[in-house]
């Protein structure tokens, strides 16, 4: 059956440190990959994509993803990260061009 | 990217009663999808919403208790009939995009008494 992990359900870092978040996925062909982050009261906002080529892709806010076909991993990383940062990470995958299917998120905190 | 928006913003609904979510996109697209994020969980795809078509349901989820209309290329509404606490949820709906990615709307809070 098709699905997307995400192994992490909450994760903390100190502000600045570095961030990777994890991301797996089992499909039968390379699928399109997506990261969205859902800050609190928000809607989801599109991080970055996936879809061929280059295996590692920048997003916005200084994200970047890096698609592993060996590991069916789309793990989505950050240098350095800012309070503003945290919110509610999802990994999204389409095999079909059409309907996403999510992972259940991780939940990034910020500390000082 | 599309500029969505959806009304209400959050409503506070009594059991057996319906509510009609609208969802405006700023430019005409061909997939509408809405979809339902239940308290602390992730998005759940209720249904594909085609201009000009029946709308198409994931299993669980069937028109009689979430019926979709898409008028136009621009507009879709999504209603929950027959409300129950349990689908007390956000519901957003999106747009695809140029290369599949989606657009998601700021969402519809629904809280069911």
């Known amino acids: 059956a098709q699905s997307v992990t995400q192994p992490d359900i909450h994760i903390t870092v100190s502000e600045g440190a570095s961030l990777e978040l994890r991301c797996n996925y089992s499909?039968?062909?390379?699928?399109?990959l997506f990261w969205y982050v859902q800050s609190p009261g928000q809607g989801l906002q599109l991080l970055l994509k996936y879809f061929s080529g280059d295996t590692l892709v920048q997003g916005i806010k200084g994200f970047e993803a890096e698609f592993k076909r060996s590991q069916s991993s789309f793990n989505l990383r950050k240098p350095s990260v800012h309070w503003s940062d945290a919110a509610e990470y999802f990994c999204?995958?389409?095999?079909?061009?059409?309907?996403?299917?999510f992972g259940k998120g991780t939940s990034l905190l910020v500390t000082p | 990217s599309a500029v969505i928006s959806q009304k209400p913003s959050r409503d506070i609904c009594q059991r057996g009663t319906s509510l009609t979510i609208q969802c405006q996109v700023d430019?005409?697209?061909?997939?509408m999808f809405w979809y339902r994020q239940q308290p602390g969980q992730s998005l759940t795809l209720i249904a594909t919403?085609?201009?000009?078509?029946?709308?198409?349901?994931e299993s669980g989820f069937v028109i009689d208790k979430f019926p979709i209309s898409r008028p136009n290329l621009t507009f879709s509404t999504l209603t929950v009939s027959n409300m129950s606490p349990e689908d007390s949820s956000i519901y957003l709906c999106?747009?695809?995009?140029?290369?599949?990615?989606?657009?998601f709307g700021p969402g519809t809070r629904l809280t069911v008494t």
């Open positions: 919403a085609n201009q000009g078509s029946e709308a198409t349901y």
């Open positions: 999204a995958v389409s095999n079909s061009g059409y309907a996403l299917n």
């Open positions: 999106s747009v695809s995009g140029t290369s599949y990615e989606q657009y």
């Open positions: 499909y039968g062909a390379t699928p399109y």
């Open positions: 430019s005409q697209v061909t997939m």
